[in-house]
């Protein structure tokens, strides 16, 4: 497999604060990579800066050969990477029809692979098991359904690479089960998976490559049985085992992400 996705030196402050030092990391094409690291790592600056919702001081990213560093997030997303958020940004008024009817939208006439249509939509949404709920206004679903609803505005976009902000994060076991069927799917089916996430089980049983962070720099990077007993990682969870992170519950209640969606 070859690099699809290069991050070379990223640097990135806020103030005083250095939230990137340094990171350093490739997903190859084909790939679910894991980036995991203890909470304030830079896992989700990193998100920003790959896809163009964050500058970075220095350093470069390269996705399938270009070089994207400091490019608009539409242009990125245009390029073919798409991503979700870690609070889920759906349109809550808007049936879940209408909100994959906004995600085709957004891919360039260039790169669409087919026609426009309402059936390209409601494919999707049978994929993530909502096809029932089609016309129902995305506000009334569930946290986890909301998620998948995501997934699929995603895919509506055709994208090489997906970026996944905590897809298993604040969702019930069953949905996290769905959840991890689906991008295992799409995988076979050649889409690339970068993907943060602080449930372990999850990570561990779908990735193919797991890289650490700590302190906004990559420190270890591995297969998940090699990751999971690395000394370096382990003393970056605080000496604890991987076993035990949380899985934590995103803060707020689930109408924040729809305001959230309908503001962007």
């Given at each position: 497999m070859s690099a699809l996705l290069e991050v070379t030196d990223v640097r990135r402050s806020f103030g005083g604060l250095q939230a990137l030092s340094g990171c350093s990391f490739s997903v190859q094409r084909g790939s679910v990579t894991g980036l995991i690291g203890p909470n304030g790592s830079g896992k989700t600056t990193m998100f920003n800066v790959i896809t163009g919702y964050e500058r970075a001081d220095a350093g470069a990213v390269r996705f399938d050969g270009r070089d994207i560093t400091g490019l608009s997030a539409d242009k990125v997303g245009a390029l073919g990477v798409g991503r979700t958020f870690q609070l889920s940004r759906v349109?809550?008024?808007?049936?879940?029809?209408?909100?994959?009817?906004?995600?085709?939208?957004?891919v360039p006439k260039s790169r669409r692979k087919e026609l426009f249509s309402d059936e390209r939509c409601l494919e999707l949404l049978d994929f993530v098991g909502l096809t029932r709920l089609a016309q129902d206004p995305a506000g009334s679903l569930s946290?986890?359904?909301?998620?998948?609803v995501e997934l699929a505005m995603v895919l509506a976009q055709e994208p090489s690479v997906i970026l996944l902000d905590e897809p298993a994060g604040g969702i019930n076991p069953t949905l996290i089960g769905q959840m991890a069927d689906r991008i295992s799917e799409l995988n076979k089916q050649g889409v690339t998976f970068l993907l943060v996430e602080h449930n372990m089980e999850f990570v561990m049983g779908i990735?193919?490559?797991v890289a650490v962070m700590e302190r906004g720099a990559v420190i270890a990077v591995g297969d998940p049985g090699?990751?999971?007993?690395?000394?370096?990682?382990?003393?970056?969870?605080?000496?604890?085992?991987?076993?035990?992170?949380?899985?934590?519950?995103?803060?707020?209640s689930p109408a924040e992400p729809d305001q959230a969606g309908e503001s962007a």
């Open positions: 349109f809550g008024r808007l049936t879940l029809l209408e909100n994959l009817r906004v995600g085709r939208r957004a946290y986890g359904q909301r998620k998948l990735c193919d490559v090699t990751v999971r007993h690395d000394p370096r990682v382990l003393d970056a969870y605080l000496g604890g085992s991987l076993d035990d992170e949380p899985d934590p519950v995103p803060a707020g």
